[in-house]
């Protein structure tokens, strides 16, 4: 199946994440998905105890996020689909991709964050390693400062 | 005349005198409380300002701020009500860096201090030559930090739970570890002066240490539990599970100074039963009675200490002994300095998925502010212990380290603070919070409007015309809301959590209504209370590790 795949983690680059791949699938005329990764790396082994919850919670809010970003695309009268999947980010993005055989991943950038110029932005990083990686396009969005 | 008459009236001259300054500490902190929340200065700094300026003119207030007062009365409400609030879940995930902090980092800190006055002493400032056991006693009573004006101006910025939990649990523990460090170093300093007693060697000092601190932990444990286990969880009155806590706040300190083990890692051991395990056993009623009168009774008792510290302060001897109180400051920064950075870089080191950010690490150094324990401590010298001269002195420097931190530190940290970008309350979040209140405000007149036109104190063409106004306010607000998660999209995210958090809220009261109701064994209560709580516990950390991602950044 070809088509967007919209990263999604509710930060301050989620809406206009979003709203780009909405725009791009309206153009292309292509399926949208969204997607979701739950990443409990960050949540070191002292933790373990709490992971099952964790990973719980992570899903709920995910589940929740995504379907904000689904009602986003309906009311633009796009039908989307959405993927939650669990591992670390950047792996489970890449492996989405390869399986999908999607046309262009879109990332959400944080708040303050500008195009780097040399190449420090840490999005910008991942963005490029998975592109690298995936051989599939990746375009950043950053949010409009306020 | 009747002796016992006159005695009679004399003590309840004493009385009303004692009765009339609580009155006047009690209407001069809600004032003090009302002004510095309108001049965003900490409370206890207020109060603190507000009481240098009483001593400088005849007041009624005549308590004296004794050792006495402070650590059996003031202190084990202060202590209990602050570790009601601690989760264990993220002071368990933090606990090997408030150790640390609390064990090493007070004793690092007792003899840095202890040195720089030693040496002080014997170089720039002859007045304070003094035995090494006297310096280190100081070096103890100084390193204990007081939170309780940091922690009010977090709660207010809304800074991380882990920068708040490192700083409040980093000051419980070291109360503790300061008084026990203080002991040995008074009973080292009396067989050294007088040559009579057992001396002391390391592994000694270490053992009884570790005796006083895990005794004083034990103990507190033990009727925490009980406490949390037995009466919270069976006693189904308000009132009753109250009066307990206070007698466990008081008790615990009691029992385990009987025992000559830490009372004041008693009262926190027991506190943090209750905050964990009791609160969670008792019904929502109760826990609201409880939060309810802990906070004020941490009102008012912050409310003397503060106060008291400012009217005992005497500021013309300040002048007079400049070069004391500022050997005592650099002594004071300088091992803050060593402490917090160097122990958290220490602790990176060796636990690097948890390293304290630098950005905390500056708000830590600057937020150790002293207070009530290190006045006490010092206040509980005398001359017995070292000449009158020495204890007059350390009294003096106690109390200048104390306002300097009270009235620099403590008005500046909350500039730092935003400063360093680390108050979570950005100003979308507080926009995020106004319009919330306003929207839930709006809704109850909505509703008390309903009501008064259906119980006929209204017209129904008042009610129309009323209605449609709050109608056309309650699109405007929800529309305003909209907007402001357009442009903040991140914001989305917090309020989920913040939703999810008081839905699991409702599903645990729901739990436990059906326990009490006999519907549910307690088998399976406890399995879904366990696991509620897990859940509670899971986006508590959820928000910490988005809210560190955001400091990071």
Same mark, same amino acid.
């Given at each position: 199946?070809?088509?967007?795949?919209?990263?999604?983690?509710?930060?301050?680059?989620?809406?206009?994440?979003?709203?780009?791949?909405?725009?791009?699938?309206?153009?292309?005329?292509?399926?949208?998905?969204?997607?979701?990764?739950?990443?409990?790396?960050?949540?070191? #082994?002292?933790?373990?105890?709490?992971?099952?919850?964790?990973?719980? #919670?992570?899903?709920?809010?995910?589940?929740?996020?995504?379907?904000?970003?689904?009602?986003?695309?309906?009311?633009?009268?796009?039908?989307?689909?959405?993927?939650?999947?669990?591992?670390?980010?950047? #792996?489970?993005?890449?492996?989405?991709?390869?399986?999908?055989?999607?046309?262009?991943?879109?990332?959400?950038?944080?708040?303050?964050?500008?195009?780097?110029?040399?190449?420090?932005?840490?999005? #910008?990083?991942?963005?490029?390693?998975?592109?690298?990686?995936?051989?599939?396009?990746?375009?950043?969005?950053?949010?409009?400062?306020? | 005349?009747?002796?016992?008459?006159?005695?009679?009236?004399?003590?309840?001259?004493?009385?009303?005198?004692?009765?009339?300054?609580?009155?006047?500490?009690?209407?001069?902190?809600?004032?003090?409380?009302?002004?510095?929340?309108?001049?965003?200065?900490?409370?206890?700094?207020?109060?603190?300002?507000?009481?240098?300026?009483?001593?400088?003119?005849?007041?009624?207030?005549?308590?004296?701020?004794?050792?006495?007062?402070?650590?059996?009365?003031?202190?084990?409400?202060?202590?209990?009500?602050?570790?009601?609030?601690?989760?264990?879940?993220?002071?368990?995930?933090?606990?090997?860096?408030?150790?640390?902090? %609390?064990?090493?980092?007070?004793?690092?800190?007792?003899?840095?201090?202890?040195?720089? &006055?030693?040496?002080?002493? !014997?170089?720039?400032?002859?007045?304070?030559?003094?035995?090494?056991?006297?310096? *280190?006693?100081?070096?103890?009573?100084?390193?204990?930090?007081?939170?309780?004006?940091? &922690? %009010?101006?977090?709660?207010?910025?809304?800074?991380?739970?882990?920068?708040?939990?490192?700083?409040?649990? @980093?000051?419980?523990?070291?109360?503790?570890?300061?008084?026990?460090?203080?002991?040995?170093?008074?009973?080292?300093?009396?067989?050294?002066?007088?040559? @009579?007693?057992?001396?002391?060697?390391?592994?000694? $000092?270490?053992?009884?240490?570790?005796?006083?601190?895990?005794?004083?932990?034990?103990?507190?444990?033990?009727?925490?539990?009980?406490?949390?286990?037995?009466?919270?969880?069976?006693?189904?009155?308000?009132?009753?599970?109250?009066?307990?806590?206070?007698?466990?706040?008081? $008790?615990?300190?009691?029992?385990?100074?009987?025992?000559?083990?830490? $009372?004041?890692?008693?009262?926190?051991?027991?506190?943090?039963?209750?905050?964990?395990?009791?609160? +969670?056993?008792?019904?929502?009623?109760?826990?609201?009675?409880?939060?309810?009168?802990? @906070?004020?009774?941490?009102?008012?008792?912050?409310?003397?200490?503060?106060?008291?510290?400012?009217?005992?302060?005497?500021?013309? +001897?300040? +002048?007079?002994?400049?070069?004391?109180?500022?050997?005592?400051?650099?002594?004071?920064?300088?091992?803050?300095?060593?402490?917090?950075?160097?122990?958290?870089? &220490?602790?990176?080191?060796? !636990?690097?998925?948890?390293?304290?950010?630098?950005?905390?690490?500056?708000?830590?150094?600057?937020?150790?502010?002293? $207070?009530?324990?290190?006045?006490?401590?010092?206040?509980?010298?005398?001359?017995?212990?070292?000449?009158?001269?020495?204890?007059?002195?350390?009294?003096?420097?106690?109390?200048?380290?104390?306002?300097?931190? *009270?009235?620099?530190?403590?008005?500046?940290?909350?500039?730092?603070?935003?400063?360093?970008?680390?108050?979570?309350?950005?100003?979308?979040?507080?926009?995020?919070?106004?319009?919330?209140?306003?929207?839930?405000?709006?809704?109850?007149?909505?509703?008390?409007?309903?009501?008064?036109?259906?119980?006929?104190?209204?017209?129904?063409?008042?009610? !129309?015309?009323?209605?449609?106004?709050?109608?056309?306010?309650?699109?405007?607000?929800? !529309?305003?809301?909209? @907007?402001?998660?357009?442009?903040?999209?991140?914001?989305?995210?917090?309020?989920?959590?913040?939703?999810?958090?008081?839905?699991?809220?409702?599903?645990?009261?729901?739990?436990?209504?059906?326990?009490?109701?006999?519907?549910?064994?307690?088998?399976?209560?406890?399995?879904?209370?366990?696991?509620?709580?897990?859940?509670?516990?899971?986006?508590?950390?959820?928000?910490?590790?988005?809210?560190?991602?955001?400091?990071?950044?």
């Amino acid at each position: 199946m070809a088509g967007i795949v919209c990263a999604t983690r509710g930060g301050a680059g989620s809406r206009a994440v979003q709203e780009q791949a909405i725009k791009y699938a309206q153009q292309q005329e292509c399926d949208l998905i969204f997607l979701y990764i739950i990443d409990v790396s960050g949540m070191d #082994e002292a933790d373990e105890r709490l992971k099952p919850a964790v990973k719980e #919670e992570l899903y709920w809010l995910g589940r929740t996020l995504l379907q904000i970003a689904q009602r986003r695309a309906k009311n633009a009268n796009i039908s989307s689909e959405v993927v939650i999947r669990e591992g670390n980010v950047q #792996e489970e993005i890449r492996r989405y991709l390869r399986e999908s055989s999607a046309t262009i991943l879109l990332l959400g950038a944080p708040r303050g964050t500008t195009t780097a110029t040399f190449g420090d932005d840490a999005v #910008e990083q991942m963005a490029s390693d998975i592109q690298d990686q995936s051989g599939v396009p990746v375009e950043i969005v950053r949010p409009q400062e306020v | 005349m009747d002796f016992f008459a006159l005695q009679g009236a004399a003590e309840e001259g004493s009385l009303i005198q004692t009765e009339l300054a609580f009155v006047i500490i009690l209407s001069l902190s809600a004032l003090v409380a009302l002004v510095s929340r309108r001049i965003r200065l900490p409370y206890t700094v207020a109060l603190v300002i507000v009481g240098l300026a009483l001593s400088f003119v005849p007041n009624p207030i005549d308590i004296d701020l004794s050792s006495e007062l402070i650590l059996v009365l003031l202190v084990p409400p202060l202590i209990f009500e602050a570790t009601l609030n601690l989760r264990w879940e993220v002071l368990r995930r933090n606990l090997a860096v408030i150790l640390l902090l %609390a064990i090493v980092g007070t004793f690092l800190g007792t003899l840095i201090v202890g040195g720089i &006055i030693t040496v002080a002493g !014997q170089t720039l400032v002859p007045e304070l030559d003094v035995a090494p056991a006297a310096a *280190l006693a100081f070096g103890a009573l100084i390193s204990a930090t007081d939170p309780v004006a940091v &922690i %009010a101006l977090f709660r207010d910025l809304g800074v991380s739970k882990r920068l708040s939990v490192l700083v409040e649990g @980093e000051s419980l523990f070291n109360d503790g570890v300061a008084i026990v460090l203080f002991n040995i170093a008074l009973t080292v300093g009396a067989v050294t002066a007088t040559g @009579e007693g057992e001396s002391f060697t390391l592994s000694q $000092g270490i053992v009884e240490f570790l005796r006083v601190f895990l005794g004083g932990l034990a103990v507190g444990a033990v009727l925490g539990y009980l406490v949390s286990t037995v009466i919270l969880k069976n006693v189904d009155d308000n009132l009753i599970e109250t009066a307990t806590t206070v007698a466990l706040a008081f $008790g615990s300190f009691i029992l385990a100074e009987q025992f000559h083990v830490s $009372g004041v890692l008693a009262v926190v051991a027991a506190g943090i039963f209750v905050g964990n395990i009791g609160m +969670q056993n008792t019904s929502p009623t109760t826990k609201i009675t409880l939060n309810n009168f802990w @906070e004020f009774a941490a009102f008012v008792v912050n409310s003397m200490v503060f106060l008291l510290i400012g009217l005992e302060a005497d500021l013309s +001897q300040f +002048q007079l002994n400049l070069s004391l109180i500022a050997v005592a400051l650099v002594a004071v920064l300088f091992s803050r300095t060593v402490v917090v950075y160097g122990l958290t870089w &220490i602790h990176g080191r060796l !636990q690097a998925q948890r390293r304290v950010p630098l950005k905390y690490r500056h708000a830590m150094f600057w937020g150790g502010l002293r $207070g009530a324990i290190s006045l006490a401590l010092a206040l509980s010298l005398t001359g017995s212990y070292f000449s009158d001269l020495i204890v007059q002195e350390f009294q003096l420097m106690t109390f200048g380290v104390v306002l300097f931190t *009270l009235l620099v530190q403590g008005t500046t940290i909350g500039p730092l603070l935003e400063r360093l970008g680390l108050t979570a309350i950005s100003k979308p979040q507080q926009e995020q919070q106004r319009h919330q209140a306003l929207l839930y405000a709006t809704r109850a007149g909505r509703r008390e409007l309903d009501r008064l036109y259906k119980d006929g104190i209204i017209s129904a063409e008042i009610f !129309q015309a009323m209605s449609n106004v709050y109608s056309h306010n309650l699109r405007s607000r929800n !529309q305003e809301l909209r @907007e402001l998660l357009v442009d903040y999209p991140e914001l989305e995210q917090s309020m989920i959590l913040q939703a999810r958090k008081d839905l699991l809220e409702a599903e645990r009261t729901a739990i436990s209504d059906a326990n009490q109701r006999g519907l549910i064994s307690e088998d399976i209560y406890h399995e879904l209370i366990r696991e509620t709580d897990d859940r509670r516990a899971a986006l508590d950390l959820i928000e910490m590790t988005m809210q560190g991602r955001a400091d990071k950044e």
